[in-house]
C-alpha cells in the first residue's frame, strides 16, 4: 500500500522559510518520480514542483527561484525547501506519486503565510 506522509507546514510570515518532509513507503521510492502540488482554499489542486530519480527538478513559475524540491533516497524522504514565501504561497501542500495524476498523494501539511 502506498503511503505518503506530509509534515513540516505551519504559520509564517510573509518572507519567511518553511521545509516541508514527505516520508515514502509501499513503493519503490527511488525510482520513483515525485511531486508537489498545493491546493488554495476555494481553488482546485497546482502544481509546484517534479523531480525525477536522477535529480532533475522543475517548477512552476510562481514559485521559481524561491522553492526547492529535493530528495534523499535512503530515507524515501521527498523535501520542498520554501523561502521568501508570499501571503498567496497559503495553502494544503501535498505530496504526489507520480506523473500523470494526483490520486496517489499523502494527507496534505498546511502552510499559511500572514502578518
Known amino acids: 500500500e502506498v503511503q505518503l506522509v506530509e509534515s513540516g507546514g505551519g504559520l509564517v510570515q510573509p518572507g519567511g522559510s518553511l521545509r516541508l518532509s514527505c516520508v515514502a513507503s509501499?513503493?519503490?521510492?527511488?525510482?520513483?518520480?515525485m511531486r508537489w502540488a498545493r491546493q488554495a482554499p476555494g481553488k482546485g489542486l497546482e502544481w509546484v514542483s517534479t523531480?525525477?530519480?536522477?535529480?532533475?527538478?522543475y517548477y512552476a513559475d510562481s514559485v521559481k527561484g524561491r522553492f526547492t524540491i529535493s530528495r534523499d533516497n535512503a530515507k524515501n524522504t521527498l523535501y520542498l525547501q520554501l523561502n521568501s514565501l508570499k501571503t498567496e504561497d497559503t495553502a494544503m501542500y501535498y505530496c504526489?506519486?507520480?506523473?500523470?495524476?494526483?490520486?496517489?498523494r499523502g494527507q496534505g501539511t498546511q502552510v499559511t503565510v500572514s502578518s
Open positions: 523531480i525525477y530519480a536522477g535529480g532533475s527538478a
Open positions: 509501499g513503493f519503490t521510492f527511488n525510482n520513483q518520480i
Open positions: 504526489v506519486k507520480g506523473i500523470y495524476t494526483y490520486n496517489e
